[in-house]
T-cell receptor
């Protein structure tokens, strides 16, 4: 079954630590995206990548970093510079020029 | 500056009645619009879409209407069922380089009461 997998589903981080969220897809999609969901604020774009080894900042990239070394993988690192990292993180992918995204099931990150 | 707005954070409807979810946008470059449905602790799933060259698209119980002059779209669910209770996100799309980016609204929590 083709799909997009995010892991882990729940993640706890101590203040001052970096943490990496995994996103893997086997849909052969070229473009991948990271969104953050906060209550009442919808989905906000963090980073996106249209091809391997290339990525662009979204609306709220500060405190985050990404890499795109393989077409299938687009991990997101939440760094200690992110002041309010507790949120629900969603990864998505799409074909080039396609008109919709396929989303993963999300990772809930909590800073303790 | 929110380019896609869903002004109603919540909506309650009786089972069997019509649910109408609204969405407004400001960017006239948007040419494709989508609705996603999201259950708690899950990723959004695609529901229905419409191109800017159309004003209506139907899929079973779901119909999306687009009014380009008013920059407004709406999702109608008839009849509403308890399983429709979820957060509904409106999204608008514009071509950006070789891929399309989606801009999402803030979502509307629909509750269908049995």
């Amino acid at each position: 079954d083709g799909g997009i997998t995010q892991s882990p589903k729940y993640l706890f981080r101590k203040e001052g630590q970096n943490v990496t969220l995994s996103c893997e897809q086997n849909l052969n999609h070229d473009a991948m995206y990271w969104y953050r969901q906060d209550p009442g604020q919808g989905l906000r774009l963090i980073y996106y990548s249209q091809i391997v080894n290339d990525f662009q900042k979204g609306d709220i990239a500060e405190g985050y970093s990404v890499s795109r070394e393989k077409k299938e993988s687009f991990p997101l690192t939440v760094t200690s510079a992110q002041k309010n990292p507790t949120a629900f993180y969603l990864c998505a992918s799409s074909m080039d020029g396609s008109y919709g995204y396929t989303f993963g099931s999300g990772t809930r990150l909590t800073v303790v | 500056d929110q380019q896609v707005k869903q002004n109603s954070p919540s909506l309650s409807v009786q089972e069997g009645r019509i649910s109408i979810l609204n969405c407004d946008y400001t960017n006239s470059m948007f040419d494709y619009f989508l609705w996603y449905k999201k259950y708690p602790a899950e990723g959004p799933t695609f529901l229905i879409s419409i191109s800017s060259i159309k004003d209506k698209n139907e899929d079973g119980r779901f119909t999306v209407f687009l009014n380009k002059s008013a920059k407004h779209l709406s999702l109608h669910i008839v009849p509403s069922q308890p399983g429709d209770s979820a957060v509904y996100f409106c999204a608008a799309s514009v071509a950006s380089g070789s891929a399309r980016q989606l801009t999402f609204g803030s979502g509307t929590q629909l509750t269908v009461l049995p």
